[in-house]
């Protein structure tokens, strides 16, 4: 989580965004994002909530994608 909080940062940091400015985008407290950027320590919704606001939202879909568990077998198969 700590490493994900500091990929936070870089990310609100290329916007040019404040903490304070991400907060009030978000709907997320102020000191839930700063707890979170010290501790990486933030619920699920929150976390999603600065993920939209950073345009980074559908990276969260895509670990939602079913596996096609077949078309990795046919990769193995010769």
């Known amino acids: 989580m700590i490493l994900l909080s500091k990929k936070i940062i870089i990310l609100r940091k290329q916007e040019k965004m404040s903490q304070r400015k991400l907060s009030e985008r978000s709907g997320v407290a102020y000191a839930s994002i700063r707890k979170f950027e010290s ?40």
């Open 39 to 78: 501790t990486g320590i933030i619920s699920l919704e929150s976390l999603l909530k600065i993920c939209e606001v950073l345009n980074r939202l559908t990276d969260f879909e895509s670990i939602l994608l079913p596996n096609d568990m077949k078309q990795k077998k046919d990769l193995f198969d010769y």
